[in-house]
């Protein structure tokens, strides 16, 4: 079963450090990480930071957050969302400036080579094949706690990460030829990744109306998946059963392991759930129940049957 199973974020006396969960960890995810977060009033994220090759994905659960940025202050309500793709030198981090406990869902990629560095400091954390560690811009060890001075960042710090779900592209309908395609009626998404700039993954909220379905089950050959509901009652549907999840809940689903997958609302209210997945170059993706995979390559999607002979949809 995929369905995760995190420990409590816990609070107050006797649990000053339960503050996060790694849930790609936790469901055996290797591409990016997607991470549970718990700030008290007070607390902050980390420290101002971009990263030079991962991409990052922030959507607030519970509370105000503060996103605090080199290009500005953003307020962000639950709902909200904030996206900084790899290479932007737009500091960021998020504050709980509130009275109130902040939750929040970060997703990040994981690159081998990546640097973060750290805004207006001569402080950055390498990742190397020798070793990961903390540096100063020019290479030289540094010791975690040490002091390190300002340092000049660039000036064009890019636009803000806080998006604008106004400004979300909205996708209906779906690839799949027929008659496959006319089964995904009331299924909508808001493309979050698409808005926000980033590449190694995507970002979308899934919106079910009841009777909706989110896919054909179905598995990856390349691409890891990560899924966060964030709204009414699903089910999860895997080779292993049909498994009920509501908001809060969520699933990883590693890529290469041949568990078709998909989510159905079968209660009589809207659904949604957040859904994180690599983009590979090329992919390979198999469906479960019927007679048919995917090959998807530079946006191009080409359906063949399971033995190799091209898909010719029925007349």
């Given at each position: 079963?995929?369905?995760?199973?995190?420990?409590?974020?816990?609070?107050?006396?006797?649990?000053?450090?339960?503050?996060?969960?790694?849930?790609?960890?936790?469901?055996?995810?290797?591409?990016?990480?997607?991470?549970?977060?718990?700030?008290?009033?007070?607390?902050?994220?980390?420290?101002?930071?971009?990263?030079?090759?991962?991409?990052?994905?922030?959507?607030?659960?519970?509370?105000?957050?503060?996103?605090?940025?080199?290009?500005?202050?953003?307020?962000?309500?639950?709902?909200?969302?904030?996206?900084?793709?790899?290479g932007r030198a737009n500091g960021h981090c998020l504050e709980n400036r509130s009275d109130a406990v902040l939750r929040l869902l970060v997703a990040g990629w994981r690159d081998p080579q990546d640097i973060c560095r750290y805004s207006g400091r001569d402080r950055q954390y390498?990742?190397?094949?020798?070793?990961?560690?903390?540096?100063?811009?020019?290479?030289?060890?540094?010791?975690?706690?040490?002091?390190?001075?300002?340092?000049?960042?660039?000036?064009?710090?890019?636009?803000?990460?806080?998006?604008?779900?106004?400004?979300?592209?909205?996708?209906?309908?779906?690839?799949?030829?027929?008659?496959?395609?006319?089964?995904?009626?009331?299924?909508?998404?808001?493309?979050?990744?698409?808005?926000?700039?980033?590449?190694?993954?995507?970002?979308?909220?899934?919106?079910?109306?009841?009777?909706?379905?989110?896919?054909?089950?179905?598995?990856?050959?390349?691409?890891?998946?990560?899924?966060?509901?964030?709204?009414?009652?699903?089910?999860?549907?895997?080779?292993?059963?049909?498994?009920?999840?509501?908001?809060?809940?969520?699933?990883?689903?590693?890529?290469?392991?041949?568990?078709?997958?998909?989510?159905?609302?079968?209660?009589?209210?809207?659904?949604?759930?957040?859904?994180?997945?690599?983009?590979?170059?090329?992919?390979?993706?198999?469906?479960?129940?019927?007679?048919?995979?995917?090959?998807?390559?530079?946006?191009?999607?080409?359906?063949?049957?399971?033995?190799?002979?091209?898909?010719?949809?029925?007349?």
């Open positions: 079963m995929s369905k995760l199973s995190p420990p409590a974020l816990s609070y107050g006396p006797g649990h000053p450090h339960d503050t996060a969960v790694a849930l790609g960890d936790l469901g055996g995810l290797t591409q990016f990480g997607v991470r549970l977060q718990r700030l008290l009033p007070g607390q902050a994220s980390s420290m101002r930071h971009w990263h030079d090759r991962e991409d990052e994905f922030v959507l607030i659960l519970e509370g105000t957050a503060t996103l605090t940025e080199d290009s500005g202050v953003t307020l962000l309500q639950a709902g909200d969302t904030a996206a900084f793709p790899a390498r990742k190397s094949p020798d070793g990961d560690g903390y540096t100063r811009r020019d290479g030289q060890s540094l010791h975690e706690d040490d002091d390190t001075g300002s340092y000049p960042d660039p000036h064009d710090h890019g636009p803000s990460g806080a998006l604008d779900r106004a400004n979300v592209p909205l996708k209906t309908g779906s690839i799949y030829p027929a008659p496959y395609g006319a089964m995904m009626a009331g299924r909508t998404s808001l493309r979050f990744g698409e808005a926000g700039g980033l590449t190694q993954f995507g970002a979308n909220l899934v919106m079910l109306d009841p009777g909706a379905r989110s896919s054909l089950r179905h598995w990856h050959q390349h691409e890891d998946e990560f899924a966060y509901v964030t709204e009414g009652q699903l089910h999860l549907l895997e080779d292993g059963g049909d498994t009920k999840i509501q908001a809060g809940d969520c699933a990883a689903f590693p890529a290469g392991v041949a568990n078709g997958h998909c989510f159905e609302n079968r209660s009589s209210d809207p659904a949604a759930f957040l859904v994180i997945g690599s983009r590979a170059r090329v992919e390979f993706a198999t469906y479960s129940d019927i007679d048919l995979t995917v090959a998807l390559s530079a946006g191009t999607a080409v359906f063949t049957h399971k033995d190799g002979r091209p898909y010719v949809p029925p007349l």
